[in-house]
């Protein structure tokens, strides 16, 4: 679609950095037991773990707790992707499509973990930006 055809939003996606879309989501250590998740996840949905630097390696969903597992690290799903704050949502929403991923960690300096961007929160940008709440 061109920037003539979808009312700006492609040229306004490029405009718009993925730190300003991303949602912030409760972290905890690889070693955080089970009953801390739970207490986590209520509200959130998800819980991602982060190595001791503060960069993110996995996330832990509720579906996760039916697995076996004591701690955050033997029940998080590896994180595929970072990407920098200041990228694009044009270019975030591009790598997820192209790598089949639903969610990405958003980091700053030294990789370290500021918040999650998802399919929903790029759809529901792209909705208000098209003026619907």
Known sequence: ?????????????????VGSVMRAVPTCAADLPRGGLEELLPGHGEVVVLDPDGRPV??????????????????????????DRNVPLSVAAAVMAHDCVDRIAIVGEGRR???LLTCRD?????????GHR
Do not use: K, S, Y
């Open 1 to 17: 679609m061109n920037d003539m055809a979808d009312g700006g939003l492609g040229r306004e996606a490029r405009r718009t950095a």
């Open 58 to 83: 996995g996330v832990v969903g509720f579906a996760d707790l039916g697995r076996q597992g004591v701690t955050a690290g033997a029940l998080f799903h590896p994180l595929a992707l970072a990407l």
């Open 113 to 115: 973990f500021l918040g």
């Open 122 to 130: 790029v759809l529901g940008w792209l909705a208000r930006e098209a």
